[in-house]
């Protein structure tokens, strides 16, 4: 403890002897607050020994090709092939990013630039709100809501305008990989909008400026000004919603329809990679298919781990004002 | 040249369609909380919250387990999340800023986008397979490793947005920098560190993914961290997937009170970090 006195000039010993009374309290907060601070690394560490200890029994008996590029999934005869599952993760992913993006993108341009001003708050609350609800929940009202609602409207629509693609063509039973990248859009929305909310802040007022006053229309300035600018911070928020879609599990489980097939039909029940380690984990039959089922694990912790970190590599390079080249 | 009623029509297309870009996102949400509010409030009643899960097919039953259970998990995780994520992001804010702390930052950004069932497995590797059965303390492992990225993320934040003067006029007083960082900074930010740990608490709350093979289920009511246990969000879960009428119901009823005590805590957050919004100017 420093002594009143000295504060008070001209009084007591220099202030700079100070630094000598206890060095210790200094020492024990730094290396504590280091400690934890490592200790983030620690948890990177355990997750990554962990996915690979638990996998390791299935690796060594599959055999790494065979197991991602097996089609047959059968754990009562020992059979574990991955494609189905990562093909159903692909498409649902795919299907959710062509529907979230434009909707997101055009959600942020509507509340930074274009719509007006009374309505920025309610609808990012409303964005908020959506962001928050727990996925059990999305795949509740999946289930019982959007489920009835394209087996009985949109895919017979569909398949009466464009069932000449193989796409549209098959049973229609509501449940399937249509169902699963419908919900898995409507979750990334808020991601992939408060994102690129955002990005476009960043982007320098005087470029906008500088477009409407040589006359340009407000979307003019957007598409000339605004969005070259932002692309690359955009393409992040796509990434960061593109990793949620690939591991975003229960929504997915409840109504992708948890059938280990491949299909070109975006009608037909499918499975994806979270949904079968959610199905089967708890109830595997041996080590092989807990580590068949963890492996499956560390192929989504690997994929999603580069998305995370390209996203942030682009959405760095925008708030860095490094992607004036990208104009 | 265009002309310019051309130009002005395109301009008053691309506000429209950006429109119809917050109309679809505000439609399904709508139609998910009504739908909950609805479905969900004819089940509601006092039993409901107190009672154990009725067998199919009897009357009556509720989630009270299921509450409990989501609460102890909630609170094993918070022990082990909030000392380790609020440190590293205090880390973060005071001596992140050579290359360790670059390096730091950046894993727990990757982090904090690993899916919660892939934590799940490396919940159930540390503790399920070793203890060989599944227990609360497991699922709230799997919790506390998915909030201790976000809360490190946030705590940074707003340990950072505290005036520098601040920590200038303190040490200027003679106060060792230990005292400064715990006494003068970590108070001035603890509003907004409530407010990220209610939302990480929020957010934990709400999962059931890496919940179902690390804290499993359980019919009956538990408070050892030692024993599997229910939770809110397995129960609506496993209701929903059954092919019972009777369990769909009380899936939306459960839906409710989970939505309930999430929106609950964000409401808490936002109140919180507006008081010290308003506060600091």
């Known amino acids: ?327 | 040249m265009t002309s310019l009623r051309w130009r002005k029509f395109v301009d008053r297309f691309w506000t429209l369609a950006s429109a119809a870009g917050v109309l679809a996102a505000l439609v399904p949400l709508a139609s998910l909380l009504w739908l909950v509010v609805s479905h969900g409030a004819a089940g509601l009643s006092w039993t409901f919250f107190t009672n154990l899960p009725a067998p199919v097919g009897e009357t009556g039953g509720g989630v009270g387990n299921g509450i409990v259970g989501t609460l102890l998990l909630v609170a094993i995780a918070s022990v082990i999340a909030l000392p380790v994520g609020i440190g590293a992001g205090v880390f973060l804010a005071e001596k992140g800023n050579g290359r360790a702390g670059e390096l730091i930052r950046f894993v727990t950004e990757v982090l904090s986008g690993v899916p919660s069932i892939v934590i799940g497995i490396v919940a159930y590797g540390l503790v399920v397979a070793r203890m060989k059965h599944f227990s609360a303390l497991a699922g709230g492992l799997a919790l506390a490793l998915l909030m201790i990225p976000t809360l490190a993320r946030s705590t940074e934040e707003f340990v950072r947005l505290v005036p520098g003067a601040l920590r200038e006029a303190s040490l200027a007083l003679g106060v060792p920098k230990w005292k400064t960082s715990l006494l003068v900074i970590l108070r001035t930010a603890a509003g907004g560190i409530i407010t990220a740990v209610l939302l990480a608490v929020a957010r934990a709350a709400g999962e059931t993914a890496p919940l179902l093979f690390t804290a499993l289920n359980n019919q009956y009511w538990n408070l050892r961290a030692d024993q599997p246990t229910a939770s809110l969000t397995v129960q609506i879960f496993n209701y929903a997937i059954s092919p019972y009428e009777d369990w769909h119901n009380k899936a939306w009823t459960a839906a409710l009170v989970l939505l309930l005590l999430v929106g609950v805590l964000n409401l808490l957050a936002r109140i919180l970090s507006r008081n010290r919004m308003e506060g600091a100017r």
């Open chain 1, 1 to 327: 403890m420093p002594q009143p006195s000295d504060t008070t000039a001209g009084v007591g010993p220099s202030p700079l002897a100070r630094a000598h009374v206890s060095p210790w309290g200094d020492r024990a907060w730094g290396a504590g607050v280091s400690i934890l601070g490592g200790s983030i690394l620690v948890v990177a560490g355990l997750i990554l020994a962990e996915l690979g200890g638990v996998s390791l029994v299935a690796w060594k008996k599959l055999g790494l090709l065979r197991f991602l590029f097996g089609s047959d999934w059968d754990p009562v005869q020992d059979k574990f092939g991955a494609l189905p599952f990562i093909y159903g993760t692909l498409v649902t992913s795919t299907i959710a990013i062509v529907v979230a993006v434009p909707v997101s993108v055009g959600l942020a341009l509507f509340l930074s630039e274009m719509g007006p001003k009374q309505l920025r708050r309610p609808v990012g609350f409303a964005i908020e709100v959506l962001a928050a609800i727990p996925s059990v929940i999305f795949g509740l009202w999946g289930l019982f809501v959007m489920v009835p609602w394209l087996r009985e409207s949109v895919e017979p629509f569909l398949q009466a305008v464009l069932g000449f693609l193989p796409l549209f063509q098959g049973p229609m039973i509501g449940l399937g990989y249509l169902a699963a990248g419908l919900i898995l859009a409507i979750m990334i929305l808020p991601t992939i909008a408060s994102v690129t909310l955002e990005v476009l802040k960043t982007v320098p007022l005087a470029l906008k400026e500088g477009a409407l006053a040589l006359g340009a229309t407000r979307w003019e300035a957007i598409r000339m000004a605004v969005l070259p600018y932002a692309r690359p911070g955009i393409v992040g928020a796509a990434l960061l919603g593109l990793g949620r879609a690939l591991g975003e599990t229960m929504a997915v489980t409840m109504v992708i329809g948890n059938a280990p097939d491949i299909h070109a039909s975006l009608f037909a029940p499918g499975y994806s990679l979270p949904a079968v380690i959610a199905n089967e984990f708890a109830e595997a039959t041996g080590d092989v298919h807990v580590g068949a089922l963890a492996s499956l694990g560390l192929v989504l912790f690997g994929i999603t781990v580069l998305l995370n970190a390209l996203a942030q590599v682009l959405i760095r390079a925008v708030s860095r004002g490094m992607s004036r080249g990208a104009a």
